[in-house]
């Protein structure tokens, strides 16, 4: 089977939208923004809290990059109209950072400006080594003029060591996953008990720095382990959360939940679902098999 969903994978270009999309509706709460709110108040109502991101990434005229700004406001005023447990994610390249990093800032000072009137966070996602340093740049800036805003470290790069101790210093908000972008070996970890391994490194050294952390992670070792820190360093509920993409071990989210920890889940929405879709897919190639049953009608 792991043959069959590998092949799934690598055909991925060629399956009908319609099938892709069939199987990843589980991942992404719809194409409106009345989708994204009425999976928020699902969550909610189960205790889980939430991010929500507009899809899209990587747009090329500064008028599309206006519309991402937009649609993110529209998002946190949304949120504060339905009083959800919810907070925005944003990703800089649909605001223009490929663009001009400048523009990109106003854009982002825009959003978190919004957030800050509603008493609501940003968290501003990582996308893939290219654009790292120029994230951090527009990060930092926001942060000097707003404290209502995180960032994103990705475990598996070799750099993430010294910006994380960097970020540490500055008591960032901090949210820690693996990574899930395509790296050469010059930059990224390739094997997964090394991308383990330096995942708990980073994590103790934010905890150390009492800095809030979002542990982003589906992995029973990086769960237990993060449990074992949290254990160790005393540390109580309102000082961390687990945080888990929407449609993703659902069993393991609810009793991390019953055991007391603060949990968000992540929740995309938008237009732009099918290049989200297929990235979520090929990271992880067991979901991909889904399209196979998807395709034949098998499970119906």
Not at 154 to 165: A, I, P
Not at 197 to 219: P, Q
Request: proline share 3%; net charge positive.
């Amino acid at each position: 089977m792991n043959l069959l969903n590998n092949l799934v994978v690598a055909t991925l270009p060629f399956v009908p939208k319609p099938i892709v999309g069939k199987v990843a509706s589980r991942y992404i709460a719809g194409v409106t923004l009345t989708d994204a709110m009425n999976k928020v108040q699902h969550l909610n109502a189960q205790k889980a809290m939430a991010t929500i991101d507009v899809l899209g990434e990587d747009v090329f005229t500064k008028e599309q990059s206006l519309q991402s700004r937009d649609e993110s406001i529209a998002v946190l005023n949304e949120i504060e109209k339905l009083k959800l447990d919810s907070n925005l994610s944003v990703k800089l390249t649909s605001l223009g950072l490929k663009i001009d990093p400048q523009f990109c800032m106003e854009n982002s000072l825009a959003i978190v400006a919004q957030a800050n009137a509603h008493n609501n966070f940003v968290r501003i996602d990582m996308e893939d080594h290219t654009c790292t340093d120029d994230t951090l740049y527009v990060y930092r800036a926001v942060r000097e003029r707003y404290s209502n805003v995180g960032i994103v470290i990705q475990s598996y790069l070799h750099r993430s060591v010294d910006d994380v101790r960097k970020l540490a210093s500055e008591k960032a908000l901090v949210r820690l996953c693996k990574g899930i972008y395509n790296e050469p070996p010059n930059v990224a970890i390739k094997d997964h008990v090394g991308i383990q391994r330096n995942f708990l490194k980073l994590l103790r050294i934010l905890f150390e720095a009492r800095c809030y952390v979002g542990i982003a992670t589906h992995d029973d070792v990086l769960i237990d382990g993060a449990i074992e820190m949290i254990n160790e360093y005393k540390m109580g509920p309102s000082q961390y959360e687990f945080q888990m993409l929407l449609g993703v071990r659902e069993e393991r989210r609810k009793q991390l939940i019953s055991q007391g920890h603060r949990l968000r889940v992540y929740v995309p929405f938008g237009r732009d679902w099918y290049s989200y879709s297929v990235r979520r897919l090929k990271e992880n190639p067991q979901m991909a098999g889904h399209v196979f049953k998807a395709m034949f009608g098998i499970g119906q």
